[in-house]
């Protein structure tokens, strides 16, 4: 009985991937006659537009005999839109072809293939197209092949009698393990079951060169796979894996998966989803047989289940395959008003059945639908899809970059649900992983804490849908998310309760935690001619890209290394303008990475995580037969349990240079060695216990989450520290302006200071004054005067802020660097100056760090969203109760100084 063995075509867009696919097709008898893509009459572009544009748009498949097997062959889209597709085909794969044109070569694609092929660890021949045009030479094509993708490329030609030096060939093969070479060695020749292991485990890699459009080395393909794959082991207990939705042309919803272990029989009950399986077709192109069992291997579609999703395991498969590619644009649908936006968005839902990636978000309040998309192509493909399925005209517009947002410690989040006759309470530790790692979701519990049903459902809700981070309200990835505790009722918890606890521990743990904005990446590689290097590698540093050592010969130049997507996106029409044509790029997705301009981008979307009413933090608690809220900060005093867990509390610093592929920058400011400093610290006491004295008479203020950057970056780009801003209540804030530094580095106060002095520290001490009206942390502002003789250390309020005039023979560096001595582990202390040789010293003291222009973009974005607030909240005819004669006096003052700036009043 011959074996099942699931295979996929895999090519950058025009190789040839249709014509090869066709070929295997007509060499194997499944079909009589040859289609070709130009004739639009192609076995597998059953689809108009694919036929219409020449292009694989849809995974599909097809079934042929071989000798040994029978295959599913799976044709997969080439173009880089539709690359999200293609990966969702690769965890149901038992071998690959990767085709590459002898014309091209290796080209950014087909590198993003091979490490998606290396990931999903499918081995894979490689099938050289075109070999039938002018000037193609095998052997610099398998030397590209060698140094481009892998050493282990290897000529398999010979071993069917085309071309010249089997014996040499045998011996690249052995040298690619130290057995096989020892079984050449001493016989003289390997085994096809030898090879056939090593092509299993991706130790070797089959080169076969033909032109498929000619039928040339199809034989010796096919003769290839045939000699040289084996069919997978598997389990006796049923499993599958999902990866595809469709619906066939009555509408029917089908669920196209690979059983991976045991038999799926017709009419049986899917564990997990619980859903009947009414019919198993076998398709070969648009044509399908029905079959009443598919046995482990083989691949089927199944019409009944209507819950499951691509990537989804199924039976034994419990975790789900999370994709590495992801459309990094977000866009928004444009419509006929007239039409009703929820009908609208019941199209696009459905549409996110068939293709996830799309990740449609409904806007409640501006009534908007937006959308995930690659690019332009798939941006068109999609609008055709739309019209022809619906009869719906719709455009796409104001694409913008999709940011996400990570944490850069562990916390512990708790949630609690308890409204009358409910109950549930869930503790979480966040922590944060390395990038590209996803989300990861698992239980740390004990049974005897909480029943293994009501972990079950918490890890559900965990997974079931995006969680938002309290930067941008943006999707969160990178971190663990670890069940500890939780607590149920045995009368009133019910599976809902959960739901509520679970989301509201997660939200309550951004919260606290020290979170981080990250923006896509892509990785470059920049061909030019070698006297436009200096041009090219400006503009690198221009879009904040890293980059690597050139490599520069015969007069070409290759220039590799990674940038963000906003900023690198678009470059290709100024490689061509300034090369005239000679130079190209090509850019393959890199996954995320911390933002390289966190503060215009948080200035750009005004987010206010306390208003997401989506996603609460706060948690509900119940006294006297009724449920009140209790705000994120404080619930963990009214929690029911403890957590069971201790996390010591630290400081995080986020390494924006760290890359192993990229040494680290010199500090572009020379390092000096630091004495002991004997403190007298009686100065910095007075102002310690002033402000203690006036924080405890002070009227308390509701935590409010404002709406600015989190990150105070150093001015040399070496580190990044990210902090969110929230007043942690077991250390007082405190914000150390190096007076005179600031004054300089600020354009405004520097041309002020120029005409006078004593105006310039004013201005200053206004703006100060201004943000901690608006911050409410504890801000001092310290000044030189170690010029004058005999002057003591002076030391007074300027309304809201505290002022200090150095002592004599005391800088305010000095002093600085002091108060970060004495009290930087003991308070959350953040220093505000450009000086380079300062920063190291204050860094070392464990506190954090803010530029001076850094700080100057905060207090606009603080003082801007403030105004944001106040006019939305101010609104006496939308009911608000946010009044201004409610405000203290500081933060009335600070309204009325960003209204004025703002030219809002």
């Known amino acids: ?294 046995s482990a291997g083989g691949v089927c579609a199944v019409l009944g289940p209507l819950n499951t999703y691509p990537g989804m395991g199924l039976g034994a498969e419990e975790n789900d395959v999370v994709m590495s590619l992801e459309p990094v644009m977000v866009f928004k649908a444009v419509f006929d008003d007239k039409i009703s936006p929820l009908s609208v968005l019941s199209y696009f839902k459905e549409l996110e059945e068939e293709q996830p990636e799309l990740h449609v978000i409904w806007n409640e309040k501006t009534k908007e639908i937006q959308i995930q998309m690659m690019g332009e192509v798939q941006i068109e493909i999609l609008t055709a899809e739309i019209k022809k399925r619906y009869d719906l005209d719709v455009e796409f517009k104001e694409g913008t970059i999709l940011y996400k947002e990570t944490i850069a410690n562990t916390v512990i989040g708790i949630g609690h649900f308890e409204p009358l006759r409910h109950y549930a309470e869930v503790h979480l530790v966040l922590e944060p992983l390395e990038r590209g790692s996803g989300l990861v979701f698992e239980t740390d519990c004990s049974e005897e804490i909480l029943a293994k049903n009501w972990q079950r459902l918490v890890l559900t809700h965990l997974k079931e849908r995006e969680h938002r981070g309290v930067l941008l309200g943006a999707p969160i990835t990178d971190m663990k998310i670890s069940l500890v505790a939780g607590a149920a009722h045995i009368k009133h918890t019910e599976g809902g309760d959960f739901r509520q606890a679970t989301y509201r521990a997660v939200r309550q743990g951004l919260m606290q935690a020290v979170s981080v904005l990250l923006e896509p990446y892509y990785r470059f590689r920049l061909d030019i001619p070698e006297e436009f290097v200096g041009r090219a590698m400006n503009d690198i540093d221009r879009m904040s890209g890293k980059l690597n050592s050139p490599e520069i010969f015969d007069g070409k ?29 090509s850019l393959v997705m890199d996954g995320y990475d911390e933002c390289h301009n966190p503060t215009e981008v948080l200035a750009d979307h005004i987010y206010d995580p306390n208003a997401d009413l989506r996603n609460p933090s706060a948690s509900v608690f119940c006294a006297h037969g009724a449920g009140y809220l209790v705000e994120w900060d404080m619930v963990p005093m009214y929690a029911h349990i403890d957590s069971g867990v201790e996390i010591l509390e630290n400081s995080y610093t986020v390494d924006a240079t760290k890359n192993k592929e990229f040494e680290e920058a010199p500090l572009p400011y020379p390092t000096r060695k630091t004495e002991e400093i004997a403190i007298g610290t009686d100065e910095i006491d007075s102002i310690i216990n002033s402000i203690s004295h006036a924080n405890s008479n002070a009227k308390k203020n509701k935590w409010k989450k404002t709406k600015v950057n989190p990150a105070f970056r150093n001015t040399s780009g070496s580190s990044v520290t990210m902090s969110f801003g929230n007043k942690n209540k077991s250390r007082e804030e405190y914000l150390l302006v190096d007076g005179y530094n600031i004054i300089f580095a600020w354009e405004e106060l520097s041309e002020l200071a120029k005409t006078t002095i004593d105006g310039a520290r004013g201005r200053l001490l206004d703006i100060m004054s201004n943000y901690q009206g608006i911050k409410k942390i504890n801000i001092i502002v310290v000044f030189d005067a170690y010029r004058l003789k005999e002057h003591p250390t002076e030391i007074y309020d300027y309304h809201n802020v505290h002022v200090v005039f150095t002592k004599e023979a005391e800088t305010a560096d000095q002093y600085i660097e002091k108060f970060a001595h004495e009290y930087g582990k003991k308070y959350k202390v953040t220093v505000a100056t450009s000086d380079g040789i300062e920063q190291i010293i204050i860094r070392g003291q464990g506190c954090l760090l803010t530029s001076a222009r850094e700080l100057e973009n905060e207090i606009k974005v603080a003082s801007k969203s403030a105004v944001a607030t106040f006019k939305e909240n101010s609104d006496v005819s939308t009911h608000k109760h946010y009044l201004f004669d409610s405000l203290d006096e500081d933060t009335r003052k600070a309204l009325f100084s960003s209204y004025s700036e703002s030219d809002d009043i």
């Open 1 to 294: 009985m011959k074996k099942d063995i699931t295979i996929a075509v895999l090519a950058h867009v025009d190789a040839g991937k249709t014509t090869l696919s066709e070929a295997l097709l007509y060499e194997s008898g499944a079909i009589r006659k040859i289609g070709r893509v130009d004739h639009k009459d192609a076995y597998l572009d059953t689809d108009d537009m694919e036929r219409e544009r020449g292009i694989t748009i849809y995974a599909k498949q097809a079934r042929l005999e071989l000798e040994n097997y029978i295959l599913t062959l799976l044709d997969t889209p080439g173009h880089v839109d539709f690359s999200v597709e293609t990966e969702r085909v690769l965890c149901c794969l038992d071998y690959a072809i990767l085709l590459v044109s002898a014309a091209d070569g290796v080209q950014g694609h087909t590198r993003t293939l091979w490490q998606l092929l290396k990931r999903y660890n499918v081995p894979l021949f490689i099938f050289v197209n075109k070999m039938d045009q002018p000037g193609m030479d095998a052997k610099k094509i398998l030397a590209n092949l060698k140094m481009e993708l892998s050493g282990e490329c290897v000529d398999f030609m010979p071993v069917f009698g085309s071309g010249d030096g089997l014996s040499e060939c045998l011996e690249e093969i052995a040298m690619s393990d130290e057995k096989a070479l020892d079984d050449f060695l001493s016989e003289g020749d390997l085994s096809d079951r030898a090879i056939t292991e090593l092509v299993a485990r991706r130790k070797v890699f089959p080169v076969i060169f033909g032109s498929a459009l000619k039928l040339e080395g199809i034989n010796e393909l096919v003769s290839c796979m045939n000699r040289f794959m084996k069919r997978k082991e598997y389990g006796e207990e049923f499993s599958a894996r999902v990866y595809k939705i469709s619906r066939d042309a009555k509408g029917a919803r089908l669920t196209h998966l690979k059983v991976t272990g045991g038999t799926l029989k017709v009419r049986s009950v899917i564990g997990g989803i619980e859903e009947k399986v009414n019919q198993i077709r076998l398709y070969s192109g648009d044509r399908f047989e029905t079959a009443d069992e598919v």
């Open 557 to 585: 130049a290759t220039l590799t290394g990674k940038a963000p997507v906003s900023t690198i996106q678009g470059y290709q029409k100024e490689v061509l303008a300034y090369t005239g044509g000679r130079g190209s790029i």
